[in-house]
């Protein structure tokens, strides 16, 4: 285990802890996709029940901090310039459906950089995490972004404007979870995500988790926290995917 700072520890706690939530909750979906009211409103509590556990949780140690959240917006506290980045459920729409392929994404943000990120995938229980200069794990192993160099090899993904501007130049995915999407870009399982109009939420913490792995991220701090348009791949893909995305 490689030794990891007080903050970080207390992200992985309340993720441990929220996930609980999502996966009793998740257990119920089935029951409820055969229902005429069918599952939406359900999963709209689960999201603001997890986003309070993990507010809850993030608060305890660091009562000064402020947030951004998906379901609450911004939680300004007296510490601004220290800001947890927050989607309780990413990939609302898979949970719904019974697909369980969703993430918490966590990221913590002191003076406008990025110092820890966390995505966890509760169901399968993979956690993948990094802290700025000191690496991307994934379940306490280090990884870093793939090495392939031949676009035929790769795989990417994007949503499904991405997925349409793309094929048939590239092999495309829309898994419906970009805080996944872009922490299997760190792990090296696809080599690259892009994505236009996205929030900082969905993205945050899989920004740092490539940065830490070895790859490379568009500039997202012209954005602001909304309608950002990111890039990020490994090194030796980027250009290229870039040159196959200036139009999109």
């Known amino acids: 285990m490689n030794s990891i700072s007080p903050n970080l520890n207390i992200m992985i706690k309340a993720c441990e802890k929220a996930s609980k939530v999502i996966i009793r909750d998740f257990g119920e979906i089935e029951n409820l996709q ?9 999963v ?9 556990i993990l507010i809850e949780e993030l608060s ?27 989607d309780p459920i990413d990939g609302t729409i898979n949970f719904m459906h019974g697909i369980p392929h969703f993430a918490i994404s966590i990221a913590l943000r002191i003076n406008d ?18 802290e700025k200069k000191s690496g991307a794990y994934f379940n306490n192993h280090r990884v870093r972004v793939s090495s392939k160099t031949n676009l035929e090899e790769c ?37 690259g995500f ?4 996205i929030n900082i939420w969905d993205i945050a913490a899989g920004v740092l988790i490539i940065d830490e792995a070895g790859g490379k991220v568009s500039d ?29």
């Not at 055969?34 to 359900?42: A, E, I, N, Q, T």
């Not at 305890?60 to 927050?86: H, L, Q, V």
């Not at 092999?171 to 792990?187: E, I, P």
């Open 155 to 191: 795989l990417f993904t994007s949503n499904s404007d991405g997925v349409k501007h793309a094929t048939p130049q590239l092999n495309m995915r829309n898994t419906g979870c970009a805080a996944l999407d872009l922490a299997y870009v760190g792990a090296g399982r696809l080599d």
């Open 44 to 52: 709209t509590k689960t999201d603001k029940k997890v986003e309070k």
């Open 60 to 86: 305890k140690s660091k009562k000064n901090y402020s947030f951004i959240t998906e379901e609450s917006g911004k939680i300004k506290n007296s510490n601004e310039d220290s800001c947890w980045i927050i």
């Open 220 to 248: 997202i701090s012209k954005f602001g926290d909304e309608a950002i348009n990111i890039r990020a791949s490994n090194g030796n893909i980027y250009q290229k995917m870039l040159e196959i995305t200036k139009n999109f």
């Open 194 to 197: 892009f994505h236009n109009n």
């Open 34 to 42: 055969v229902s005429k009211k069918g599952p939406r409103d359900f």
């Open 113 to 130: 950089e990025l110092k820890c990120g966390l995505v966890f995938d509760p169901i399968k229980n993979e956690m993948f995490y990094a």
